[in-house]
Nanobody
Framework: QVQLVESGGGLVQAGGSLRLSCAAS????????MAWFRQAPGKEREFIAQ????????RYADSVKGRFTISRDNAKNLVSLQMNSLKPEDTAVYYC??????????????WGQGTQVTVSS
C-alpha cells in the first residue's frame, strides 16, 4: 500500500517557476516508478514525467521537455517536479502516481489527491 500526498501548487506568473512535491508513505515506495500527470478543466489527464525506482531513468512528455525536471529521494520517500518557464497552458491539477513498472504502458495503481497549479499571463 502506498499513500501519496502532493503539495507545492499555487499561482505563478508566466515565465515563473514552481516546485511540486509528492510525499509517499508505505514500504514499497522505493521499488516503484513514480510519475506526474496533470488534468486541465475539460481535458483528459495527461502524462507529464516518470522516473524509475532508482532515479536513474526519466522520461518526459514533449510539452514539458526541457522545462520540467522530475526527481526522487528514496531516503525521504519524496518525488519532486521542478517546473520552470511556466506557461498559461500549464495550468492544471497535478497528480503524482506510482506504478510497479517503468516506461510506456505503465499501470498506475496509486494516485494522490492532486494540487492546483495556475499560471497567469
Amino acid at each position: 500500500q502506498v499513500q501519496l500526498v502532493e503539495s507545492g501548487g499555487g499561482l505563478v506568473q508566466a515565465g515563473g517557476s514552481l516546485r511540486l512535491s509528492c510525499a509517499a508513505s508505505g514500504r514499497t515506495f522505493s521499488s516503484r516508478a513514480m510519475a506526474w500527470f496533470r488534468q486541465a478543466p475539460g481535458k483528459e489527464r495527461e502524462f507529464i514525467a516518470q522516473v524509475d525506482w532508482s532515479g536513474g531513468s526519466k522520461r518526459y512528455a514533449d510539452s514539458v521537455k526541457g522545462r520540467f525536471t522530475i526527481s526522487r529521494d528514496n531516503a525521504k520517500n519524496l518525488v519532486s517536479l521542478q517546473m520552470n518557464s511556466l506557461k498559461p497552458e500549464d495550468t492544471a491539477v497535478y497528480y503524482c502516481a506510482a506504478s510497479l513498472n517503468y516506461g510506456l504502458g505503465s499501470r498506475y495503481d496509486y494516485w494522490g489527491q492532486g494540487t492546483q497549479v495556475t499560471v497567469s499571463s
